[in-house]
């Protein structure tokens, strides 16, 4: 069977991409044939492969109409997305808007969990957010909190990381603890200064306006005003969480990030993480969002690399 699709000549090339890369994917994993002819696109197969592609082209053509570019990498993310029946989340995400870098690049959700997330960042105090490498917890978080603190919604970001990385030893490191976890901060480093510029980070950084600093750095203090972020939450203490959770106080948001299959505690010690999650799920003002395999929006590589490790091939 074949059907023809009608569609304008501003979308083929996001449909075919560079080389026919992309009509490549779609063949494959619908098990159909895509050519140009009768003045349209024509899709050939059996009658069901013919309406799944035809309902995965359509979306595709509607992200594509409002300006939103489909790359080899997003082409395989929406095909996942379409494969595992959520060809509705391939929809557009890009209009909203989540903050603007100081080059004027918009940052927007790619997924309907990346949207889901900040939607709960927005509506709640303290947000969980659990996935894997590569699918926006960090960066997303520090927009956030960048946009909180441009509208005024609070006076300072505070970021902060455990002293513990995969394998890492920071004992023999020259310095204070903080100079001993600064290089292990530098993704926090990187994504501020890609919101506020390097000067302007600087700046902020030098009057107390950003602070990133080491968890144990946070005992015994009271965070007013402030969103404050817990990155690789997953290598806290069940001690270290508690007292972390209780720093947050008036005006304040708090998001803890973490990828719960890289815990890198000694001794089989349990993670804070898990805990917290487990615990804290269910209380009113608290939102816990587990981001999957198709949020990860980095190189189409991470998602493989991950499944292959998951499958243990």
Do not use: W
């Not at 900040?118 to 957010?129: D, G, K, V, W, Y």
């Not at 490191?173 to 993704?187: Q, R, S």
């Not at 902020?204 to 969103?227: D, H, N, Q």
């Not at 890198?264 to 939102?287: F, M, N, T, Y």
Request: charged content about 25%; some cysteine; hydrophobic content about 40%.
């Amino acid at each position: 069977m074949k059907k023809t699709i009608q569609l304008t000549d501003d979308v083929y090339s996001g449909i075919f991409g560079v080389r026919d890369a992309n009509a490549r994917e779609i063949e494959r994993a619908f098990g159909v044939r895509l050519m140009v002819a009768d003045g349209g696109l024509q899709i050939i197969g059996e009658e069901s492969a013919i309406a799944a592609t035809e309902k995965f082209v359509t979306s595709v053509v509607q992200v594509l109409r409002s300006g939103y570019a489909v790359d080899k990498d997003k082409m395989a993310r929406f095909i996942e997305l379409a494969v595992s029946g959520r060809t509705e989340e391939i929809l557009p995400l890009e209009k909203d808007v989540k903050a603007v870098t100081v080059g004027g690049k918009k940052i927007k959700c790619l997924t309907a969990g990346q949207r889901d997330y900040c939607t709960a960042m927005e509506n709640n105090t303290l947000t969980f957010a659990v996935g894997p490498a590569g699918s926006g917890k960090t960066y997303l978080a520090v927009a956030a909190a960048v946009t909180a603190f441009r509208k005024g919604e609070v006076t300072r970001i505070i970021l902060t990381r455990p002293a513990l990385e995969a394998g890492e030893r920071l004992g023999f490191l020259p310095g204070d603890l903080k100079e001993k976890v600064d290089p292990y901060l530098i993704p926090l480093y990187d994504a501020l200064k890609e919101m506020f510029g390097v000067e302007g980070c600087a700046r902020l950084v030098e009057r107390g306006a950003i602070e990133v600093a080491p968890l144990a750095y946070m005992r015994g203090r009271t965070l007013t005003g402030a969103f404050i972020i817990l990155d690789e939450a997953q290598n806290t203490t069940r001690e270290q969480m508690k007292m972390f959770l209780t720093r947050i106080g008036n005006g304040s948001k708090m998001v803890v990030t973490g990828d719960i299959t890289q815990i890198d505690l000694p001794d089989k010690q349990s993670s804070g993480l898990v805990e917290a999650v487990r615990l804290l799920d269910k209380i009113d003002g608290i939102a816990v969002c587990k981001l999957q395999g198709s949020d990860i929006v980095r190189h189409g590589l991470v998602r493989k690399i991950l499944s292959a490790y998951s499958d243990g091939v």
